[in-house]
């Protein structure tokens, strides 16, 4: 199986923690982001596949530090 590297905002509740628990347990890396880093990762399990990461989607230096740190972490994003 291909393993990708998902890049999912909203990773603290609703249907983000569900796409987020359902793609680690598929074995994929996920960064996971959100406002709120502490709800999302109390909504998550701790993971070596997982990467918590601050996200305001409003906010341009949120998301470039966030696609940094995930490149950095995993080398690409490949599902968005």
Excluded: C, P, Y
């Excluded at 291909?2 to 987020?20: L, Q």
């Amino acid at each position: 199986m291909n393993k990708k590297v998902w890049f999912i905002t909203g990773a603290g509740r609703g249907m983000g923690v569900d796409i987020t628990k359902a793609a680690l347990k598929a074995g994929h890396k996920v960064v996971a982001t959100g406002r709120n880093t502490e709800s999302v990762a109390k909504a998550l399990n701790e993971n070596e596949n997982l990467l918590i990461v601050k996200l305001d989607v409003t906010k341009q230096a949120d998301a470039n530090a966030a696609v940094d740190a995930a490149v950095e972490k995993f080398g690409r994003i490949d599902v968005w």
